[in-house]
């Protein structure tokens, strides 16, 4: 049986879409992305094959009868690496993608990009489209560091490439890596003054992890790569939660840090519950309570789609009960936390009906602390956000 559910906002029509790019040179030790490195010949079919998904209703689930092109509050280019495509094959990207999308006044417009593809004339293919915030993959400034990552940019070409692009995109994020085999605390420190010099206007700071398949993973098993212990993870994360506020970025989820105005409109959307469209490889939707996920292999959704097939490889309508879930989970990676009263209200669940007494454990313990009506993660809890929501699930 339904809940009744106040303001279902994951039955509106989405206004915000992602486009997964599956190209890189070659890929990182540490990447589990959906991509392909070194077969640049696959662009071409690509571009065509995107087309197609388009084109194709079942990708837009219940929405599939709109007729004219969506406005969009967020576009969000990911990858692999948007811009190792050309300018004339970026150009033909977005031309395909604002067929079917339009853009609000105030969108947010982002796209993916490595500091060694930040060439003028890529540059000003983004912004002639209307590309106003970059996320940049710099991930550390050492040489050390950015060998062990087998990242293919230098510290002169990201100050370089931040030059160029800040002369044209103000709203530059860059992502991190921290816990890097090697790396010390004072590197890492040293990664983050080096960061907020560069004046982006938001960072992403991420703990290096070895997931099953990569070749990093694989070289852990063997003794070949150490993984930093967990009290430096921990004491590196503790600095950027100490260092970036104290230089104007604030914190507001886990791993995001954003100078005033400037939080990733496009993630505020997943976290929250809203709908998004989804195309390429990999890609994921959310329409109408449904979450979709395309093959992961680009080879299979090339094949698939060019054949007339669907590219979507999993498919689960969402009960209440797991949106429920989500939104909780979701809603406590950010800082602010959740509004009880209206969680229930949006979700028809109340706290204790969705988890038992593991919120009031949970709090106990000193890992969520609850303000009048707001729950939320703790200072100390953000050091445990996974387990946290492993026991409220
Ligand atoms: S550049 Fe980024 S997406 Fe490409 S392989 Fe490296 S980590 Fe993965």
């Known amino acids: 049986m339904s809940r009744s559910i106040e303001n279902p906002v994951h039955l509106l029509l989405p206004r915000s879409a992602y486009i997964h790019v599956p190209f890189c040179v070659h890929r990182c030790g540490y990447c589990d992305f959906t991509l392909v490195a070194g077969k640049d010949h696959l662009i071409d079919d690509y571009l065509t094959t995107l087309e197609l998904e388009l084109n194709d209703r079942r990708a837009w689930g219940e929405f599939a009868d709109q ?27 977005f031309k395909i ?34 590309v106003n915030r970059i996320s940049l993959g710099v991930q550390a400034f050492e040489k050390s560091a950015l060998d062990i990552l087998e990242r293919d940019h230098t510290h002169e070409t990201i100050i370089d490439g931040m030059n160029r692009l800040q002369r044209r995109i103000d709203n530059v994020s860059l992502d991190l890596i921290f816990a890097i085999p090697g790396q010390s605390l004072d590197q890492w420190r040293s990664t983050l003054s ?89 890609a ?4 109408n309570g449904v979450r979709e996920t395309n093959h992961r292999g680009v080879s299979s959704w090339l094949k698939n789609v060019s054949a007339g097939e669907s590219g979507t490889a999993d498919r689960e309508q969402l009960s209440d009960k797991d ?20 969680f229930s209200q949006e979700t028809g ?39 946290v929501t492993l026991e409220l699930m």
């Open 349 to 387: 669940y109340t706290l204790s009906e969705l988890t038992g007494t593991a919120t009031n454990k949970l709090i106990a313990a000193g890992h969520l602390e609850r303000q009048d009506t707001t729950l939320r993660l703790t200072k100390e809890g953000r050091f445990f956000a996974d387990s």
């Open 323 to 342: 949106r429920a879930h989500e939104r909780l989970i979701l809603g406590l990676r950010q800082i602010d936390g959740i509004n009880i009263e209206q």
């Open 194 to 282: 080096e960061a907020v010099a560069l004046a982006p206007t938001h960072l992403s700071t991420y703990c290096l992890t070895f997931e099953k398949g990569t070749s990093f993973h694989t070289r852990l098993q063997q003794g070949n790569l150490r993984e930093a212990d967990d009290d430096l993870q921990r004491d590196m994360y503790a600095e950027v939660m100490d260092f970036l506020p104290a230089h104007g970025y604030s914190q507001y989820e886990i791993s995001s840090f954003a100078k005033p105005g400037c939080r990733s409109q496009h993630n505020q959307v997943y976290w929250s519950g809203r709908g998004y469209f989804g195309f390429g490889p990999g």
């Open 67 to 93: 007729k004219q092109r969506i406005p969009l509050d967020t576009l969000y280019f990911g990858g692999g690496t948007p811009t190792h495509l050309s300018p004339d094959e970026l150009q033909r990207l």
């Open 284 to 287: 994921a939707r959310y329409l």
């Open 97 to 130: 993608v604002f067929k079917y999308f339009d853009l609000a006044d105030d969108a947010e417009f982002t796209v993916e990009a490595n500091p060694v593809d930040l060439t003028d004339d890529k540059i000003a293919v983004l912004t002639e489209v209307g």
